[in-house]
């Protein structure tokens, strides 16, 4: 079973940033393509951003889309996601999950095209 761990979650004010980072412990990332995810309270999760194996392409949702950035180190087996400018309606636990192929699909937000995911890690925007 792929474990994947994410980090880096907290609580910051209105305007502060974060960076997420995703990592997983039995298997690559490397070789597939990625996704970010957001779950607030009493909502669906909602797909943020893909990046394509490589890390040559991403993809964004347009709710985040200027503020948020997804990068890779695949020497690292990592991936991150920088989250600048945060608001108070960002806040929600934030999952990664691994792709079931290498390349950000036009259905990339669709929790179906992912088959391992993490547990979660934490983001609190406060006013």
């Known amino acids: 079973q792929v474990e994947l761990v994410e980090s880096g979650g907290g609580s910051v004010q209105a305007g502060g940033s974060l960076r997420l980072s995703c990592t997983a412990s039995?298997?690559?990332?490397?070789?597939?393509?990625t996704g970010w995810f957001r779950q607030a309270p009493g909502k669906e999760r909602e797909g943020l951003s893909c990046?394509?194996?490589?890390?040559?392409?991403?993809a964004y949702a347009d709710s985040v889309k200027g503020r948020f950035t997804v990068s890779r180190d695949n020497a690292k087996n990592t991936v991150y996601l920088q989250l600048n400018s945060l608001k108070p309606e960002d806040t929600g636990m934030y999952f990664c999950?691994?792709?079931?192929?290498?390349?950000?699909?036009?259905?990339?937000?669709?929790?179906?095209?992912?088959?391992?995911w993490g547990q979660g890690t934490q983001v609190t925007v406060s006013s």
């Open positions: 999950a691994r792709g079931q192929s290498p390349h950000c699909s036009d259905s990339w937000s669709q929790q179906s095209m992912y088959r391992d």
């Open positions: 039995k298997l690559t990332l490397t070789t597939l393509a």
């Open positions: 990046i394509t194996y490589s890390g040559g392409a991403a």
